[in-house]
């Protein structure tokens, strides 16, 4: 059996460690939240992490620390400490030092809201759009020392109207992601993968 226990590192509202915590509860996943990491003191994950009884729920001050490496480093042992083996990141807006990254090889899952390679950054959504394509979405994918480039673990398109705005556009790439993000994890923690070059397969 896979250990199953999870970390989830979040920034903001914390949608996408509800709906993990929602699948975890349907029994459609079969994870345990064992903790949870907020770089931001008024992160709504917190409250949500609290509220469904997640053991380890941390709030960790960036400005507490020297450098970003410091801050990682502080950030690993808390999970080491949880006995996670897998570090999920839902709306975490730091950018991993190579350190980190070093720590959980090929066991660090984000998910970005475009179609990668496509539109990588803080602004996924707005480049989207600028650039008008007619068709969009979002990427779970393992994390490593590249910005948005680690290999890809499961897309879903999302079809841009002609009257979408940031806030229309972001809102139906998010069901999509909310979907995507419990399922890939199911999968991950279920089904064995191997990685050739850029590829994954399962």
Same mark, same amino acid.
């Given at each position: 059996? #896979?250990?199953?226990?999870?970390? $989830?590192?979040?920034?903001? #509202?914390?949608?996408?460690?509800? %709906?993990?915590?929602?699948?975890?509860?349907? /029994?459609?996943?079969?994870?345990? %939240?064992?903790?949870?990491?907020?770089?931001?003191? !008024?992160?709504?994950?917190?409250?949500?992490?609290?509220?469904?009884? $997640?053991?380890? %729920?941390?709030?960790?001050?960036?400005?507490?620390?020297?450098?970003?490496? !410091?801050?990682?480093?502080?950030?690993?042992?808390?999970?080491?400490?949880?006995?996670?083996?897998?570090?999920?990141?839902?709306?975490?807006?730091?950018?991993?030092?190579?350190?980190?990254?070093?720590?959980?090889?090929?066991?660090? %899952?984000?998910?970005?809201?475009?179609?990668?390679?496509?539109?990588? /950054?803080a602004d996924?959504? /707005?480049?989207?759009?600028?650039?008008? $394509? #007619? $068709?969009?979405?979002?990427?779970?994918?393992?994390?490593?020392?590249?910005?948005?480039?680690?290999?890809?673990?499961?897309?879903?398109?999302?079809?841009?109207?002609?009257? !979408?705005?940031?806030?229309?556009?972001?809102?139906?790439?998010?069901?999509?992601?909310?979907?995507?993000?419990?399922?890939?994890i199911a999968?991950?923690?279920?089904?064995?993968?191997?990685?050739? /070059?850029?590829?994954?397969?399962?």
């Open positions: 059996m #896979k250990n199953n226990r999870i970390a $989830v590192m979040a920034s903001g #509202k914390g949608t996408n460690l509800r %709906v993990i915590l929602q699948a975890i509860e349907q /029994g459609t996943c079969p994870a345990t %939240v064992a903790c949870v990491i907020c770089n931001k003191e !008024d992160a709504a994950a917190l409250s949500i992490a609290r509220q469904a009884g $997640v053991p380890h %729920v941390f709030f960790l001050n960036p400005k507490d620390y020297d450098n970003r490496k !410091d801050f990682d480093e502080a950030c690993a042992k808390v999970i080491q400490e949880a006995g996670c083996h897998w570090v999920v990141l839902a709306g975490y807006m730091r950018i991993l030092s190579a350190e980190f990254i070093q720590n959980f090889p090929n066991r660090i %899952v984000n998910i970005h809201p475009s179609l990668l390679p496509a539109f990588i /950054g996924a959504v /707005g480049a989207a759009l600028e650039h008008g $394509v #007619k $068709v969009t979405g979002c990427t779970v994918h393992l994390v490593n020392e590249d910005l948005d480039g680690g290999p890809i673990l499961a897309q879903t398109s999302v079809e841009v109207f002609d009257d !979408d705005n940031w806030h229309t556009l972001h809102q139906r790439i998010q069901v999509e992601e909310h979907r995507l993000f419990p399922e890939t999968r991950l923690l279920t089904t064995d993968f191997t990685i050739d /070059g850029r590829c994954i397969i399962w």
